[in-house]
């Protein structure tokens, strides 16, 4: 049993400073780097890519809505097309950043994974963005979703993720940030059912009622207050389980 852990970097902003991306990268096997348009700039850009590839994880993008000032979780009205050139421009972007032009994976942010998890148009058209920078990038999609439907539908590679430390609704889509239960906040809590998630491929949603789902890659945040200390645990408890923790 094996799983990938990826974590949300270079989502500093000029001379604003976010996350703990350096510490946070020796626990991760794949990064999903801001590519400037909900997070991020040209410098962290390629300052991140840099520490990435000296911690040897997976490089990936994580291209967002054109929206800084709301950190690319407000919803926009934007067409497959428009996400289709958006993701395309920002992906190629980061791409140019790494020592052989290439990239591993790539990983919607915020407002956009969301949207895209339940419209299949702009599900496809994220993916037809990123195919048309490379084919064999490996799309990260929420588990069960339309962005996963849609990767398969045009044989663009795909990870099952799910979330170390966000509830679940019944329909396997994640508790929306605005409602108070959409974080787990217990750090022990977290760890525990992060570890039966991949035991068990399934987990509890907040009515009790249980989601199948299969995952590759678990998702851990590295912008809070405790986020090297939980990804330490989380790490841990995986090899505890006999559960390998690798890229995909």
């Given amino acids: 049993m094996k799983i990938d852990l990826n974590c949300d970097l270079g989502e500093s902003f000029g001379r604003y400073t976010l996350g703990l991306d350096a510490e946070v990268l020796p626990y991760v096997t794949s990064a999903n780097i801001a590519c400037g348009f909900h997070a991020g700039d040209p410098t962290v850009m390629a300052a991140t890519v840099v520490l990435a590839e000296k911690n040897q994880v997976a490089l990936g993008a994580h291209p967002g809505l054109p929206d800084l000032v709301g950190f690319g979780r407000r919803k926009m009205q934007i067409t497959p097309a428009q996400a289709q050139a958006d993701v395309q421009y920002q992906v190629g972007a980061l791409a ?3 020592k052989n032009g290439k990239l591993h994976h790539v990983k919607p942010h915020g407002a956009l994974y969301n949207m895209a998890a339940q419209d299949y148009e702009l599900a ?5 963005g990123i195919k048309a920078v490379d084919p064999t990038l490996i799309l990260v999609g929420l588990a069960n979703s339309q962005l996963i ?4 539908d045009i044989e663009l590679p795909c990870a099952q993720e799910v979330f170390a430390d966000r509830n679940y609704l019944a329909d396997g889509s994640l508790v929306p940030r605005s409602q108070p239960n959409a974080l787990i906040t217990d750090e022990q809590t977290a760890v525990d059912r992060t570890v039966k998630m991949i035991q068990t491929q ?3 949603a907040i009515d009790g009622q249980q989601v199948a789902l299969k995952p590759d890659t678990v998702c ?3 912008d809070g207050a405790k986020a090297v200390a939980f990804v330490q645990k989380i790490h841990a408890a995986l090899l505890a389980a006999d559960i390998e923790v690798t890229a995909l």
């Fill in 220 to 222: 851990v945040h590295g």
């Fill in 149 to 152: 439907k849609a990767a398969q």
């Fill in 202 to 204: 399934s987990v509890t």
């Fill in 124 to 128: 496809r058209g994220i993916c037809l």
């Fill in 96 to 98: 140019a950043f790494s």
